[in-house]
């Protein structure tokens, strides 16, 4: 007689596209397929003319059994589970039931176990990219498991910070257990954490929704969704959930964490908690006749067994931040600049920008006592990154006065302000603009009495140009309210990332403002030719 075979399929998701070549292969190798009925249906075209066995969802051992009692009768049998067979699938079962009839693979049956692709990755790449790093899998149902069991483990995985994937969320009686999950991860985790939740993932009824852990039960959740909570780092961005591959040591003003450019990733003082301690000196050095990984692995030990690794490992976040004396103000006391060099210490940097500001980096814990310290100093304070600069001129070392409680105004009401893409607002108090306002973002001239605005300049690159001027002689009482609209509808409907003359060539009016061409490529005639 044939040997029989069990061939335990994990057939993925459910549509064809996402099933492997292997997967495929063994269901129309088979001469039975045994599944729950709604996965049969989903693979019905492979099963055409074959013996089919559909059982109902808790009929998962009698499933098993049949497998094994057909395939000992010398058939070849399928057992298809979704996603991935052995994870929350059929895989185990197959195994127990035949560890139970005392079976060796060599004098009995054989089995194949064809891996697929499970809901944590399906439901994952319809979301983004919200895995990335380290993560879980938790089904809360507590119909194999004590319930005392999976809460144990979703209050490990909240406290660890893992991503989790809560697989088998809610059905109809279980509805409780989503309910206490979310209890414990609001424990652990800021209530705005993002969620995904994924209802039939590459099925004809699929359905995503993008929420956050306080929000997520006032969503449908089903037996067909699997729920993915982020970690401490995930954020949405363009509709798409995403976690960093690592874990940010930046922060600003008002923010906890702030994201690191690429190029800014892998240094070493980025990453105190690495084994180099963040320090370069501390990294493997490369010698020719030593192999790389041997390198890395003796100066490890000899970190680990020779530091004070108590110091080296601590965490401190960087704290980065600007500074200036004021809107016109351009000179700096020596009291503030010596207070400004305490705090900066050995450690910390102070870096001078193109927009008038002193950019500050230093490790700390308590950024209040900081900021406290400065601005009793005098020193004005504002976030980095993609936020809005009001940088003014020097109003004539502030003998043109007449101008300033405009631009204060406008630096007090937008300074600082989160925009899709950092935004210099430039404010000049005559028309001799020396301080180049006409070459920022959105340009305010003051001149005779009134002012001109100009929009979106382009300070950079090759084919950098002027803004456009869109008004000539505001009355000044209209002037704060035009620039904060301005702003507003630049941040409102701007696309992450997008500079402002972009967003003014792609919306093509701002407030009223007819976008026009500002740059003309100047033609060259070669004489060599
Ligand atoms: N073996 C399967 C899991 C079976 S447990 C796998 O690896 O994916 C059943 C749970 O899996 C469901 O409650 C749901 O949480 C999840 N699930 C399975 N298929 C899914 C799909 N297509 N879309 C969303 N969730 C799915």
Redesign the pocket.
């Given at each position: 007689m044939k040997k029989g075979k069990i061939l335990v399929v994990?057939f993925g998701?459910?549509d064809e596209a996402h099933m492997t070549f292997r997967a495929r292969e063994a269901i129309v190798e088979a001469d039975m397929v045994i599944g729950y009925k709604t996965y049969m249906d989903l693979v019905s075209h492979l099963i055409k003319g074959k013996a089919i066995i559909r059982t109902g969802m808790t009929e998962e051992v009698t499933r098993a059994q049949e497998a094994v009692k057909e395939a000992e009768q010398g058939k070849t049998v399928a057992v298809i589970?979704?996603?991935?067979?052995?994870?929350?699938?059929m895989a185990g079962l197959v195994y127990e039931v035949l560890m139970d009839k005392g079976w060796k693979e060599e004098e009995g049956i054989s089995v194949e176990v064809i891996p697929?692709?499970?809901?944590?990755n399906?439901?994952a790449a319809l979301l983004g990219a919200p895995v990335m790093h380290d993560a879980c899998t938790i089904?809360l149902?507590d119909h194999l498991t004590p319930w005392e069991l999976i809460e144990k483990r979703v209050e490990a995985a909240a406290q660890a910070d893992f991503v989790i994937a809560?697989?088998?969320?809610k059905?109809g009686r279980r509805t409780r257990q989503i309910e206490e999950t979310q209890r414990i991860l609001l424990k652990y985790r800021d209530p705005k954490t993002p969620v995904g939740l994924?209802?039939?993932?590459?099925?004809e009824r699929?359905h995503i929704v993008m929420t956050n852990l306080e929000d997520m039960l006032n969503h449908e959740i089903g037996?067909?969704?699997?729920?993915i909570i982020g970690n401490n780092s995930t954020f949405y961005y363009d509709g798409k959930m995403i976690t960093p591959r690592g874990y940010q040591r930046k922060y600003t003003l008002g923010e906890e964490k702030q994201q690191l450019k690429p190029s800014e990733r892998l240094k070493p003082e980025t990453e105190p908690w690495a084994l180099h301690g963040g320090k370069k000196e501390n990294l493997p050095k490369f010698e020719k006749k030593n192999s790389l990984p041997a390198a890395i692995a003796n100066e490890a030990l000899n970190i680990v067994t020779t530091a004070k690794t108590d110091e080296m490992f601590k965490q401190t976040p960087i704290f980065e931040f600007a500074v200036s004396p004021g809107v016109w103000e351009k000179s700096m006391s020596a009291s503030q600049l010596a207070m400004l060099a305490e705090i900066v210490g050995d450690n910390g940097e102070v870096r001078y920008t193109p927009d008038h500001y002193l950019q500050v980096s230093v490790e700390t814990d308590s950024p209040e006592e900081i900021t406290a310290r400065l601005e009793r100093e005098g020193w004005e304070l504002s976030p980095v990154g993609n936020v809005v600069h009001v940088k003014g001129c020097d109003f004539c070392d502030g003998e043109k006065k007449e101008s300033i409680p405009y631009a204060a105004e406008i630096k007090q009401k937008l300074e600082g302000l989160k925009v899709p893409k950092i935004l210099k607002i430039g404010f000049n108090g005559c028309g001799m603009a020396c301080y180049g306002a006409v070459t920022d973002d959105i340009g305010i001239v003051y001149r005779r009495g009134a002012f001109d605005v100009f929009l979106g300049a382009k300070s950079i690159g090759r084919n950098a140009h002027t803004g456009q001027p869109v008004v000539e002689g505001l009355v000044k009482d209209e002037l704060v309210d035009l620039i904060v609209n301005i702003v507003m509808e630049y941040k409102e409907k701007g696309l992450p990332n997008e500079r402002f003359y972009k967003f003014f060539k792609r919306v093509q009016q701002i407030q009223g403002f007819q976008y026009q061409e500002m740059y003309t490529p100047v033609e060259v005639n070669n004489p060599c030719e």
């Open positions: 994990g998701p459910g589970s979704s996603g991935d067979a052995g994870l929350y699938g697929g692709i499970t809901a944590l399906s439901c089904s149902s809560l697989y088998n969320p059905s994924v209802k039939s993932a590459y099925r699929q037996m067909l969704t699997t729920v």
